[in-house]
Each structure stands twice: as C-alpha cells, then as structure tokens.
C-alpha cells in the first residue's frame, strides 16, 4: 500500500541546461512503498531492510525524461552520522525562489519531499536566502514571513536544521542567479530619486545591487539609516522565529555585500559588464565614498588624493599588466596606492562590523550562530598586485594579508567566517588567468586560526563530481584547529538527484560525518523515482510497488 503525494516538480529540458531552475512545472507523484524485487531491475527492500545494489545496475534516472514509457529514478541512502571531533555537517542550499514573489512557499509538496530525501542522505540541514526584496516589499516595516514560516515548520517536520540567510542584496545579474528579486520597491523609489544610494564606478554606472556602505550612518531610506533598516529587519525575524531559533534555525548568515558577501560589486556581470577572468573596478564614486576618500586624504595632510579613486587601474574586463595601477611595479606598490588600499579595505571591514555589531546584539542568547561570507576571488592570485581582490574590497598583496582583518573583526563578534571556492584546484583553472583557489584557501585557513575564529566553506560552482567532493573533504580536514566546522553544497536542483550525481552526494556526505576521512560503501536502501501524473491516471503504475521518492 503506498502513501501518495501529489506535485509539481521543475526538470529543465535540454535544451535549458544553462538555466536550472528547481521545482519547476514537471507534473508527478510521489509515493513510498514497499518493493517487490524483478529480475531485471535495481533491488531493493524498503527502509527498515538491508539492501543491495551493484553499481552496475545503477542507471540514470534521466534517460529520456521526456519519454513518458521510461522510468525515472534515483539512488538514496540512510546516512548514520559518528559523532567525533572531526565530523563536518553538510547543508545544502535550497533554491533562490524557494518564496515566491507574493510571499508564499513555492510548489510545498514538492518542497517537502526533496527535504525527506535529503534527510534520508544524512544531510545536517538546509540554506535559504531570506529576501529583504521579499520580506519588507509591501512598504517599511511592513514585513511579511508567511513563506518562511511554512519552510521553517517544514524543516523542522523532516528533523533538518536551518542555516538563515539576511540577503540584503538583489537576486539577478551574477553567477548562478536564476530568478530576479530587486530590492524592495520602496528602496527602489529612493535609489531613484538619490542614485548615490548606490554603488558606482569610474564611469558613473550605478549598481542596484546593494546600497553603497558609504552612506551606512545617513537617513537615506525614508529617514533611517541603511544599518537601522538592516537592525529592524534582524529584529523583526527574531520575534517571528524565536521559538525556532537555537533548535531548527542554528546559523543566521548576515548579509554584507553583493550575493551576501562582504565585498564591493567589483564584477557585475549582468549586461556583459565584466567576464572572467577581468580586474574588475573600484567601486568608489557615489558621492558619499567620494566624501570618505576626501576626509581621508586630508587627515593625512595628502589633500590631492582625495579627489578621485586611482586614475590608472583601468577597466573591468582587463588584465593587471595592461594598466598602471595593478602591474607588478605599479601604483598599488607607492605610498598613494597604500593609502588608497588601506581606505578602501577598511570602509568595507567597518562595514561588517557596524552590521554585525547590531545583528549580534539581537541574535544573542538565542542559540543561532553568526556567520559572514566572503568571496573567494581567485584569478590573479598569483600575480604580486592581486588586481581582482583589491578591486573587490580584499587589500591582500604581496606585501599585505587582506584575509586576517576580515577574520579579526569576525572573531569580535564570534561570527563563522563562510568562504567560497573549496571544490576548486588549481590545475583546472585556465594558466593566462593567474588562478590559485587552493593557495587562496590555505591563505584564508591560516587567517582563520590567527584570528580564533571558525571557517565554514561552499563550492563557488555547481559541481557534482567526485573531484570537486574530494578537494572539499582535502580542504575540511585539519591538525592545526583550521579546518571546516561545515559544509554547504551548492545547490538542490533537478541535477542533484541524478542518480551518479545523488549517489556522490550521498558518499560525501558519509565521508563527512567521519571527517572526510572514510569513503561510504556503495549500497543503497531507498531509490529515488519521479512518476509521471499521466502513467497514473491511466493506472500503468497500478501493482507497482517499487519505492518512489521525489
């Protein structure tokens, strides 16, 4: 007798590879049963049993998904955690439209079942962007956690935790990014009638992306300042969910900067603007940041520096060499560009302390852990300016660590610092681009154990392959009290639960419970299978009794 869900999941065709989008219109049913084994396929019993499954048996389930006489499944696995020192929880980060536009839970059944199923892989818990373009759009203060509410209960149902996100950033125009969600209107209405409120470069392009931390301390948002706003809207989140807070939500993300991270919008991609692997540019021209650089160079008696950002950086899509300020003798190397740099690096560190200053003081006693994002930028790495970090905000050079401030201001407040790029080698980065993730990482690593502050990774990419799996369990590991306290994988889709993809999943996350250290055996107790609406309605499916699983 099977238990039956119906739902609506999203399975891109092939035609849209490049633009996944989860738990989209693909009509289907789930359901649980128990199996009865045939000659010709995949065995099984159900989850209270041993099972077998031979790797040669274990197909994709994805085999001609637009043909309605195929069956489509997937592998899952009871993961059964051993608690010890070096265990690393895995999360996995929930779709960017998990809420929908008006605010509610979007396709909840289908919600529910990949949820069931990732907790049946072993996975700690789930990540989700709580959209402040969502959440207060109706007007100031004027919130609405409807959505998230129905997700928290949900998470909490399946026995996953929750790691909450402030995404005080647009949705749209970066890697990754599958939907669009602006700011809210209303900050829209202001950034219109004052441009400033943004981001600009040397062009005077502004970026909605973010409001320019230049104006953090200034009643620009309808007489608030951006940190009040921010503050109010922390605040109201933990009235919402205190009773959920320490228990299913452990992890509150503070957003800083573009994509959440701690950084300046140094490489927008929308409209072609930048491309890999470019310098990026400085991103210091609204008039407030251009006020900051003004008293800056005053006080230290350099009037003249302060009338504009380096005139010979360049422009985003070039190389270091190709400009003055970031060739290997350049202008980054002089007493002005030290000055520059030390400026701007600051402003951003300031930043996330006046942010995280505030959201410490509303999520302590509750039992969430703080955390911040910062960017793992690469390219050019092992060039001596480091062009493209010192665009985005990160002062590190040859002759200058641009990571230990960051993790010295988190470490004040106790915060995870949360970096990108741990799936990445540098061999399989392009030679012309000067890439060093891994060399990046153990700089990070390093910071990180200075400072006494916790590191929690992602993968910058979507990966699903067991190189990228086995570089993060590489990089989790540590003697020296530096390596991850967890993991977030980037990010459920329908590719997830292919069935090698699902399966590598499901070793992984094995592997991490023990500390990346132990491989899982290939063995399987569920499967993982889409019915198609109309195989139902016609009763095909009728004596079926395999496990199907959304």
Excluded at 145 to 161: P, R, S, T
Excluded at 175 to 197: A, H, R, T
Excluded at 395 to 404: A, E, I, K, V
Excluded at 458 to 469: C, P, Q, S
Aim: net charge neutral.
């Amino acid at each position: 007798m099977a238990l039956t869900l119906r739902s609506s999941i999203s399975f891109i065709s092939s035609k849209d590879v490049k633009t996944l989008k989860s738990l989209e219109d693909f009509p289907g049913t789930v359901c649980f049963a128990h199996i009865k084994p045939t000659p010709r396929r995949l065995r099984a019993k159900n989850s209270l049993q041993d099972a077998h499954i031979t790797r040669e048996k274990f197909t994709s389930p994805f085999e001609g998904m637009f043909d309605e006489q195929k069956e489509k499944f997937h592998a899952l696995s009871s993961s059964h955690h051993t608690k010890n020192d070096s265990r690393v929880p895995v999360y996995v980060m929930l779709p960017l439209d998990t809420v929908t536009l008006g605010g509610h839970l979007n396709k909840p059944k289908a919600m529910n079942a990949s949820l069931m199923a990732l907790k049946s892989a072993g996975v700690e818990g789930v990540m989700v962007d709580v959209w402040w373009g969502l959440v207060e759009k109706d007007g100031p203060m004027k919130y609405n956690w409807e959505g998230y509410v129905e997700l928290v209960n949900m998470v909490q149902k399946h026995g996953l935790k929750l790691q909450a996100v402030m995404s005080f950033h647009q949705c749209g125009g970066n890697v990754g990014d599958s939907c669009s969600i602006p700011l809210p209107p209303w900050v829209l209405e202001e950034i219109s009638g004052n441009p400033d409120v943004v981001y600009t470069d040397r062009s005077g392009r502004r970026n909605p992306e973010y409001i320019s931390l230049g104006c953090d301390s200034l009643p620009v948002l309808r007489g608030r300042t951006p940190i009040q706003v921010y503050s109010d809207y922390m605040r109201s989140f933990q009235q919402k969910f205190k009773n959920y807070l320490g228990n299913v939500i452990v992890e509150i993300q503070v957003g800083l900067g573009p994509c959440g991270e701690l950084r300046y919008p140094s490489y927008p991609e929308s409209n072609g603007t930048w491309r890999f692997p470019g310098i990026g540019e400085f991103q210091c021209y609204d008039k407030y940041m251009k006020a900051s650089l003004e008293a800056a160079a005053e006080a230290t008696g350099q009037k003249d520096w302060g009338k504009s950002g380096p005139h010979d950086s360049g422009h985003y899509n070039q190389f270091p060499e190709d400009t003055g300020f970031f060739k290997r003798d350049g202008t980054w190397d002089t007493e002005y560009g030290r000055f520059f740099m030390q400026w701007y690096s600051g402003k951003l560190v300031q930043h996330g302390d006046r942010i995280l200053n505030s959201a410490n003081a509303i999520f302590t006693g509750t039992g969430a852990k703080l955390s911040a994002k910062v960017a793992g930028i690469h390219w050019h790495y092992k060039t001596r300016s480091h062009a493209a970090e010192l665009t985005a905000g990160y002062y590190n050079t040859r002759n200058s660590d641009g990571y230990l401030p960051i993790a010295r201001m988190l470490a004040k407040h106790d915060a995870v610092l949360n970096f990108t790029c741990m799936e990445m080698r540098d061999h399989e980065q392009p030679q012309h681009a000067e890439c060093s993730p891994e060399g990046l990482v153990r700089q990070v690593k390093m910071a990180v154990l200075a400072a006494g502050v916790e590191l929690a990774g992602e993968n910058a990419l979507e990966r699903y392959d067991g190189a990228a799996y086995k570089q993060v369990q590489e990089t989790s590991r540590s003697d020296s009290g530096n390596g991850l306290c967890a993991f977030t994988f980037l990010r459920m889709n329908k590719r997830l639960f292919e069935a090698e993809n699902w399966r590598e999943l499901v070793n992984f996350v094995r592997s991490m419970s023990e500390g990346g250290r132990v491989r899982l055996p290939e063995r399987t107790d569920l499967y993982v299978r889409f019915v198609d609406d109309k195989k139902m309605k016609k009763g095909s499916l009728k004596g079926d009794k395999e496990v199907v699983l959304v």
